[in-house]
Every structure is written in C-alpha cells, then in structure tokens.
C-alpha cells in the first residue's frame, strides 16, 4: 500500500503517471483552442509562439538563476515542447503542407548541428547549463516529428520497412500497458525476486542484477499483454464512434 500512495516515499509505484498528468492537460486545454480558433494557420501560429515563448522562459530563469529549479524536469512548461511540436505537425498534415518533405534534409542536419555544438556549450559550463531545457528536448522532438511525417507519408521505405516489423508492431501495441505496469511490477516485485534467484543460482551482483531485470520484463509483458486483450482493446475499438 505505501509503494502506491506514501507521499513521503521518494519512489513510488505511480510516480511515472507525470507524463499522463501533462498529456491530460494538454488534451482539456487544445480541443477547446482548436474550437475556439479553427483556422489552422493561426493555430499553427498559436503552437509556434508557445513554443517559442517555453524556451524563452526557461532560458531567462537559468539566466537569472532562480535556484532549486528543475529547468528539465517533470512539469508542464518543462515537457510542452513535445506537445507543441506534435500539434505543429498534425496542423501541417491537416493542411497538407509540403515544408517538411521539401526541407527534410536541411531540417535533419540543422537539429543534429544545434545538438552537437550546444553540447560543448553545455560542457563550457560544466553541464550545468539547462541543455535540455533549451535546446534538447525540443530539438529531439523535433526529429521525431520529421520522423513521424515520414512514416505517415510513407514515402520513405527504410522507415517503413523497419516500423513495419512484427516485433516492432507487436511492442507497439502493448506499449502502454507496458508504461503503466512496469515501474510497479519492479517495486513490487525486485527484492522477492532477488532472493529467489540468490537461493537458486550462484552469480555476480552485475548479473544477478541484470537477470532480475529481464525476469521482470518479461513479466511485465506479460502483464501488458493481458491488459491489452482483456481491456485495452475493448475500449480502442470505441474510436470508431468518434471517426
């Protein structure tokens, strides 16, 4: 009981629903701004200037060094990059927009060039300068997206071909089961299982650690797998209602 709810536990069973926590947000906040708005260009423009504005934010409290403040971490102004990025994206879809297959290569070598040179900016500061929070994870999200443009596009058949593989495919489907079951099933489940294994077998701490964690891997696929059959997918196929 405390893994799930002791508030004054450092680690618990439920501490990786942040990412849900902002994603909710984020689905009450933008339906209702692309209901109020409806023209995709200014939407566009909306998701642009917030991104702009995050960084810009962020950039300035390093600079004025408000101190005990995660610059990368856990929270919404810290992670909308993503969420911009990926509603940039959907806007350019919807208006069919070719820039990104026009400028995909200048795209790609641009990111990966702000990438390489604010790393050694981050390493003239001894890696104290909020490197992801500027830069990083929206550079990072940024190349997913063009990624993800291109799987949709599906104009580019190394992409396809990998995306396409069964083991691939079958890890997709149960990737959120996945995401919500493995941090407790390793809670719950690690020491227990580090005994039984130290009863049974003669190892190395670096292998039994590393044992134990593909044994608890595959138990959480296991699990996710039955939630995906028994529940998940029941609730997927209501999608339809809303095509």
């Known amino acids: 009981f405390l893994i799930f709810y002791d508030?004054?536990?450092?680690?618990?069973?439920?501490?990786?629903?942040?990412?849900l926590a902002v994603e909710?947000?984020?689905?009450i906040v933008w339906p209702l701004v692309i209901f109020m708005v409806r023209k995709p260009k200014i939407l566009l423009m909306i998701a642009g200037l917030l991104l702009v504005a995050v960084i810009c934010v962020?950039?300035?409290?390093?600079?004025?060094?408000?101190?005990?403040?995660?610059?990368?971490?856990?929270?919404?102004?810290?992670?909308?990059?993503?969420?911009?990025?990926?509603?940039?994206?959907?806007?350019?879809?919807?208006m069919r927009s070719t820039f990104i297959k026009r400028y995909f290569t200048v795209l790609v070598l641009l990111l990966a060039a702000m990438n390489f040179v604010f790393y050694f900016v981050n390493k003239e500061y001894n890696f104290t300068f909020p490197y992801f929070a500027v830069v990083g994870y929206t550079t990072f999200a940024m190349l997913f997206a063009i990624i993800v443009h291109e799987v949709i596009q599906g104009d580019n058949k190394s992409l396809n071909f990998v995306l396409n593989l069964k083991p691939l495919r079958f890890f997709g489907k149960i990737s959120y089961g996945l995401y919500i079951f493995h941090w407790p099933i390793y809670l719950l489940l690690y020491d227990w299982m580090d005994i039984k294994l130290r009863t049974a077998i003669t190892l190395s701490e670096d292998n039994l650690a590393v044992v134990t964690s593909i044994l608890l891997t595959i138990i959480g696929v296991l699990v996710s797998i039955i939630s995906f059959y028994s529940f998940e997918r029941y609730?997927?196929?209501?999608?339809?209602?809303?095509?």
Do not use: P
Request: one cysteine or more; glycine letters at 6%.
């Open 7 to 19: 508030v004054g536990n450092t680690t618990t069973a439920i501490q990786h629903y942040w990412s």
């Open 24 to 27: 909710e947000q984020f689905y």
């Open 58 to 94: 962020r950039l300035y409290m390093w600079t004025i060094q408000i101190k005990d403040l995660n610059y990368f971490g856990l929270y919404t102004y810290t992670r909308i990059d993503g969420i911009c990025i990926g509603s940039m994206l959907a806007i350019l879809q919807f």
């Open 235 to 243: 609730f997927l196929k209501k999608k339809k209602a809303f095509n």
